[in-house]
């Protein structure tokens, strides 16, 4: 059978419409198959299974159609509805199947539903949810026209048949498709915006832990003790500096520091500093809590010579 022969066979009936009936399309495309897998001419095999694909575009349509408007434009959706039409016409052999639609839909819906999956999503939950998720949103739109109201979950989760909870958790996905933006003012006529209600981490808390850890432990430092942190660390004074001001050695100043920061050290973690040969130099690494802003109030106190 030669391609223009299906034509005509199929112009009589197609005369009156543009669009093919259900039937009509039907009819065609069992014609175009028988044709395709019957010629041995690789390019009438062709024409035939590309005319298969153009009639049955509006199948292809109709299924991308319900998942337009949730993250991922129509075109693609329709693109991907198309590739999977045209595996589905190759692949199909009119003596091993029956209707080639019966084939065919199973096959595009899948791919649609596949490329949702893996690119519909900014923030993926579990597989499970989302496609509970798609029966959720089609069965509350039928139940609202059905019913004249909008229903709760209990009502969803009953004509579902799955639990409330997980219709629940469907319904709480709804925006993971597209998320609002942090930049999306709050109203229209305001300039707030989502972001700015944000809740965010004061940088001060954690200066304040850690004032609050050594005012403990410098309390129980001695005053010269208290000084040489004070002159060192809030004054800036060099080691030379602090000899000079309190009678000592630079190298005596360094094994000081080092002593004290070891008590320090002790103070906060509660174990035993480790003592330190006369006049050996102690490798003791600096403490990290020391990292913080000028001391203010009780700890400044702490740190300030007697009068």
């Not at 839909?105 to 949810?129: A, L, S």
Request: charged share 25%.
């Amino acid at each position: 059978m030669h391609l223009s022969s299906v034509s005509a066979t199929t112009a009589t009936t197609t005369s009156h419409s543009t669009t093919p009936s259900r039937l009509q399309r039907r009819q065609r495309t069992r014609e175009l198959l028988a044709l395709a897998h019957s010629t041995t001419s690789t390019s009438e095999r062709d024409e035939a299974l590309d005319e298969v694909v153009r009639i049955n575009m509006p199948v292809a349509r109709t299924l991308a159609a319900p998942y337009a408007g949730r993250g991922i434009p129509l075109e693609d959706l329709e693109q991907v509805a198309f590739m999977a039409l045209v595996r589905a016409a190759r692949g199909f052999h009119p003596d091993r199947a029956g209707d080639f639609l019966a084939y065919a839909v199973p096959t595009i819906r899948g791919e649609v539903k596949k490329h949702f999956r893996d690119h519909g999503w900014t923030v993926r939950p579990p597989r499970r949810i989302q496609e509970l998720q798609a029966e959720v949103v089609r069965t509350r739109s039928e139940l609202a026209q059905t019913t004249g109201h909008e229903p709760d979950l209990a009502e969803i989760a009953e004509q579902i048949g799955e639990p409330v909870e997980e219709v629940a958790e469907a319904m709480a996905a709804d925006g993971c498709f597209s998320p609002s933006s942090l930049d999306q003012p709050i109203r229209s006529e305001s300039g707030t915006s989502l972001g700015d209600l944000m809740a965010h981490e004061d940088p001060g808390f954690e200066a304040a832990e850690a004032r609050a850890m050594l005012s403990a432990a410098i309390a129980t430092l001695g005053e010269r003790d208290r000084r040489i942190l004070r002159m060192r660390f809030f004054e800036g004074l060099t080691q030379k500096e602090i000899g000079q001001a309190i009678g000592v050695t630079q190298m005596q100043v360094s094994r000081l520091l080092t002593r004290i920061l070891a008590d320090l050290r002790s103070q906060l973690t509660g174990t035993t500093p480790p003592s330190t040969p006369p006049g050996a130099p102690a490798a003791v690494k600096p403490l990290q809590v020391l990292k913080v802003p000028r001391p203010r109030g009780a700890m400044a106190a702490e740190l300030r010579p007697a009068s």
